[in-house]
């Protein structure tokens, strides 16, 4: 059976939730306990699938095909556990599983009310796999006050109830305001935080405070008296130089033992921190730096490519580099000489997105990149703008382009080498999509095998013929364009089980050239670089020795 922490904000949001909840998570992990974290969303979407990368940053996908909040991603990358649908939940789908059950007569025509019909599915839904592992990590988002938070709040006031007392614990992440006027870090925020905490009778077990100035002990000591904590459960949160010193920076202010000594655990398991040390050495001792353009059409704010840049980053540290990013918005290009912006960069990477916006500018970077044999990366739609250049410029379909930029359009425009996936087989059944169809949860999602052409660089890459990887689209590369872009030397060098699907491309004459359908960056850890990634920057790696 499971202890469980839950962890909350206040003050403000934004303080880093989901980085402490991952570094807790593989610090209980170092001292051998298994461990699994949740995202619990107070938003009314029903996921994160709808929402623009400028409102809510990326979508990450899970194996099992759930779109979830960016902070699943910081618990694969700091655990390694691959989340699944379980361990992500939104007020929206709350609702939605409440009212259809409401419709079907579950409810044996009772009065639906907040209390106890959506805070019982709520919890319902934190106990799934309770038998499953030692800890369960529950983050809820938002900062304690929020209307729309107080569901999540009384819900885990009662699991709280629910299970045997010394089962779940409560950690507060706030800030500690500093005003430079008076030199002074000020509690008492902190202080209205927990007030406002207890009031709706959740009293805090740790205090996890953030501040960009060293917290005196005399202020600790204070926020435990006020706050009604342990002296030593009062944890500071510095600002840190790196996301990966997070379980080394916590661990030495003694995070991971308060939660222990909270749950009366001990002796406790001495940790073993060997992985982090490695990964904190390969961030702060390289040997190098590469610098990589990544053309993309939300670069105006870096979490909608969050997992893209860490996986850049984990490749960084296997080649013993520092990935230097160069954000460039893909719409700069049309109109101008690419080789301005891209001339001098070591490697391109075109990244995901949806929509005709920012396209032909990314068409011109794998372009750039193809003719001046510099490693290019393209990743989904980045795999299809690499075909579509192709099949323009080297097998001479001048009006090469995607279904989707005509659906937008709402007119013919192009040979859609790209066109709109109505069906696929999963597992054993085959699932079928129209245009017409929501966008929500309707594309091809989640975890997919692919087959590798044996002696292609992929396969090499790879070292197999079999891969598993996750998928987050709707449009694919149509493959009677096949013959005539592999004769211009873009091999389709990997494709679905069945055939039918293209999954990756690669340029045959040329150092580093490769699009791929899915999203790599998914799977990749600062301990375990995913394979494509770590090549890519080990290409642009030689590719600085050239210039």
């Not at 779940?168 to 202080?191: D, N, R, V």
């Not at 425009?413 to 069906?423: D, N």
């Not at 009677?480 to 592999?486: F, G, I, P, S």
């Amino acid at each position: 059976m499971a202890r469980y922490i839950f962890i909350t904000g206040g003050v403000v949001s934004s303080l880093g939730k989901g980085l402490a909840s991952a570094a807790l998570g593989a610090l209980l992990q170092a001292r051998g306990y298994s461990v699994r974290l949740r995202k619990l969303d107070p938003y009314l979407n029903v996921d994160p699938g709808t929402m623009s990368p400028f409102e809510h940053g990326e979508v990450f996908v899970t194996d099992d095909g759930a779109e979830t909040d960016l902070d699943l991603g910081h618990y694969e990358r700091f655990t390694g556990v691959a989340a699944r649908q379980t361990d992500s939940i939104s007020s929206g789908r709350v609702y939605t599983t409440v009212l259809e059950k409401e419709r079907r007569g579950d409810y044996l025509g009772k009065t639906i009310q907040v209390i106890p019909h959506v805070t019982n599915e709520i919890k319902d839904f934190i106990n799934i796999g309770d038998e499953e592992v030692d800890f369960m990590l529950c983050e809820i988002g938002g900062t304690v006050g929020d209307i729309e938070g107080l569901p999540f709040f009384e819900s885990i006031r009662q699991f709280s109830q629910d299970k045997p007392r010394g089962q779940c614990i409560f950690m507060h992440l706030t800030l500690l305001p500093y005003l430079k006027a008076s030199g002074e870090l000020k509690t008492k925020p902190t202080q209205h935080s927990v007030k406002e905490l207890r009031s709706i009778g959740i009293a805090p077990d740790i205090l996890v405070c953030r501040s960009e100035h060293d917290i005196p002990e005399k202020e600790r000591a204070k926020l435990a008296l006020f706050c009604n904590v342990r002296p030593d459960a009062v944890i500071p949160a510095y600002d840190l130089e790196t996301i990966y010193d997070a379980p080394l920076a916590y661990h030495n202010v003694g995070m991971d033992q308060a939660v222990l000594d909270a749950f009366g655990i001990s002796p406790a398991p001495k940790p073993d921190l060997t992985i982090w040390k490695d990964v904190s050495d390969r961030m702060h001792k390289p040997d190098g730096e590469v610098t990589v353009a990544i053309v993309g059409k939300y670069t105006q704010l870096g979490d909608a490519y969050k997992s893209i840049s860490e996986a850049l980053t984990h490749g960084g540290m296997f080649n013993r580099v520092k990935v230097n990013v160069a954000w460039i918005d893909a719409e700069v290009f049309e109109g101008e000489d690419v080789a301005n912006r891209l001339a001098g960069y070591d490697a391109i990477l075109v990244p995901g997105g949806f929509g005709e916006r920012g396209t032909e500018g990314k068409i011109k970077a794998a372009q750039f990149a193809r003719e001046n044999k510099i490693p290019y990366f393209g990743i989904c739609l980045g795999m299809q703008m690499a075909v579509i250049e192709a099949a323009r410029n080297l097998a001479g379909i001048a009006d090469a382009g995607s279904e989707e930029f005509d659906h937008e359009a709402g007119k013919k425009r192009f040979e859609p080498v790209v066109y709109h996936l109505k069906e696929w087989v999963e597992g054993n059944r085959t699932i079928e999509r129209a245009v017409s169809d929501d966008k929500g949860g309707t594309m091809r999602l989640g975890a997919y095998n692919a087959t590798l052409t044996a002696g292609s660089k992929v396969a090499e890459i790879y070292g197999t013929t079999s891969i598993s990887e996750r998928h987050r689209h709707r449009y694919e590369v149509d493959t009677k364009y096949r013959a005539r872009l592999e004769k211009c030397g873009l091999i389709f060098s990997g494709m679905s089980p069945d055939g039918k699907l293209p999954e990756i491309v690669e340029l045959v004459d040329h150092p580093w050239y490769i699009g791929v359908q899915y999203h790599p960056e998914l799977k990749s850890k600062p301990f375990a670089p995913h394979p494509l990634f770590r090549d890519f920057v080990k290409a642009a790696v030689e590719q600085s020795r050239l210039v």
